[in-house]
């Protein structure tokens, strides 16, 4: 079955950095396109990346671009998200996602807070 375990989150001062990693199974991982989601308290859930399945295509949310970047490497069954310039308003659970034949899959989510 499909399954995604996010992992690398954890608390950073603001302008810090981290990177978040995915690890799936259980699909053929380069067939698809990968996304990195989060949520904070009191929030919807809001898409923050996506790449497409061979890498060639991203795109960031508003509030993320030129600070955040989403790869992947299909050998290793990996998406990764780097992320820079880190504020308080990052402050959120960060959630991998797949759609595999029309059907959404998630990850349990990663804890990243931004305080000093």
């Known amino acids: 079955q499909v399954q995604l375990v996010e992992s690398g989150g954890g608390l950073v001062q603001p302008g810090g950095s981290l990177r978040l990693s995915c690890a799936a199974s259980?699909?053929?991982?380069?067939?698809?396109?990968m996304s990195w989601y989060r949520q904070a308290p009191g929030k919807e859930r809001e898409l923050v990346a996506r790449i497409s399945s061979t890498g060639d295509y991203t795109n960031y949310a508003d509030s993320v671009k030129g600070r955040f970047t989403i790869s992947r490497d299909n050998a290793k069954y990996t998406a990764y998200l780097q992320m820079n310039s880190l504020n308080a308003e990052d402050t959120a659970v960060y959630y991998c996602?797949?759609?595999?034949?029309?059907?959404?899959?998630w990850g349990q989510g990663t804890q990243v807070t931004v305080s000093s």
């Open positions: 259980g699909f053929t991982f380069s067939f698809y396109s």
């Open positions: 996602n797949v759609i595999v034949r029309r059907e959404d899959y």
